[in-house]
């Protein structure tokens, strides 16, 4: 049994839908609130930080002990070019650049995210979250 084709409209729901979920992470990550960055992915959500790629963090729990465990900063991310492709009714990746400010005297990092996102019972959220820096200082 095959999805039936997603209606335009569906199709720009979910774009926006997923689109709001990169916005909200930059928000709730600048304000420091870290159950509600991680409560944007599922259960099961993996989670790479831009400055440790290879360093994958694997379900909710883990990834807002992660946070937790962060020194407190004042941050400013700034995030752009964001493309959503929906795969399904259920499904979809994005790609974002991100730019991240964390001081008046240290220069911005440049990166990217590669998202996977998936649609559960609590809306849409981040089954996968990919970083990594293009430009360092």
Same mark, same amino acid.
């Given at each position: 049994?095959?999805? %039936?084709?997603?209606?335009? *409209? ?24 870290? %159950? ?21 963090? &694997?379900?909710?729990? %883990? ?27 259920? #499904? ?13 005297? %240290?220069?911005?990092? &440049? ?8 649609? #559960? ?6 089954? *996968?979250?990919?970083?990594?820096? #293009?430009?360092?200082?």
């Amino acid at each position: 049994m095959t999805d %039936a084709p997603l209606t335009d *409209e569906a199709r720009r729901a979910i774009e926006a839908d997923c689109a709001r979920l990169i916005n909200c992470y930059a928000n709730l990550n600048d304000a420091g609130d870290w %159950a509600g960055v991680a409560a944007l992915y599922a259960e099961d959500g993996l989670m790479t930080r831009p400055t440790a790629p290879d360093a994958p963090i &694997i379900g909710r729990d %883990a990834i807002l002990a992660a946070f937790l465990a962060r020194p407190a900063r004042t941050t400013r991310h700034l995030c752009g070019n964001i493309v959503i492709d929906v795969e399904s009714a259920t #499904t979809a990746r994005g790609a974002s650049a991100m730019l991240l400010f964390t001081s008046a005297t %240290a220069p911005p990092l &440049i990166g990217s995210f590669n998202d996977r996102f998936v649609l #559960t019972e609590a809306g849409w959220r981040f089954a *996968e979250r990919r970083g990594a820096i #293009t430009f360092a200082p």
